[in-house]
T-cell receptor, first 115, second 114 residues
């Protein structure tokens, strides 16, 4: 019930194209869904996040679409650029015992944007 | 630069040994998290501390332990090391423990167990 399933494992997109990464979860206690971007040799960095009371959130070229009933959410990268080439992780968060908030990460998607 | 520092950057050791990884959170952040990233297990939450106290435990082995000191830096101790412990270990920090504050990740420590 703690798992977050992410697909695809890898994605190759042409410059200017749309990159779409999908995630699904089971635990309805999750109430916060961030996406992290990780470049080689670096730690993950927060890209964009959404709460389940919103169906879509857009920040620049990055959009999260959220389907609460299907327990699925996705990241769309519009006008993909070579600089977007990185590994993307979806995550889900909930309050656990001790009033702590844990992140459960998906398995990651390695995005390559071809020039 | 996230403001979270981790030392050392690389660590090579032998099976059965013990190592200590160090993390300094962003200025003002009270919560520290440890994660393990490996090829087969992905990014896994290990443990969280808030203002010196343990707040949550994830998939942390009994051979591993952590603590957060009064100056809020944290150390992750790994003992009786096995080959399978080779991984990237990340520390992250956030302002509070239970809010949706952003977790800022450090650059990681790459541990290689030979």
């Amino acid at each position: 019930q703690q798992q977050v399933k992410q697909s695809p494992q890898s994605l190759i997109v042409q410059k200017g194209g749309i990159s779409i990464i999908n995630c699904a979860y089971e635990n309805t206690a999750f109430d916060y869904f961030p996406w992290y971007q990780q470049f080689p040799g670096k730690g993950p960095a927060l890209l964009i996040a959404i709460r389940p009371d919103v169906s879509e959130k857009k920040e620049g070229r990055f959009t999260i679409s959220f389907n609460k009933s299907a327990k699925q959410f996705s990241l769309h990268i519009m006008d993909s650029q070579p600089g977007d080439s990185a590994t993307y992780f979806c995550a889900a968060s909930r309050i656990s015992s001790g009033s702590a908030r844990q992140l459960t990460f998906g398995s990651g998607t390695q995005l390559t944007v071809l020039p | 630069d996230s403001g979270v520092t981790q030392t050392p950057k690389h660590l090579i050791t032998a099976t059965g040994q013990r190592v200590t990884l160090r993390c300094s959170p962003r200025s003002g952040d009270l919560s520290v998290y440890w994660y393990q990233q490996s090829l087969d297990q992905g990014l896994q939450f290990l443990i969280q501390y808030y203002n010196g106290e343990e707040r949550a435990k994830g998939n942390i082995l009994e051979r591993f332990s952590a603590q957060q000191f009064p100056d809020l830096h944290s150390e992750l101790n790994l003992s009786s090391l096995e080959l399978g412990d080779s991984a990237l270990y990340f520390c992250a920090s956030s302002l509070l423990a239970g809010s949706t504050d952003t977790q800022y990740f450090g650059p990681g420590t790459r541990l290689t167990v030979l």
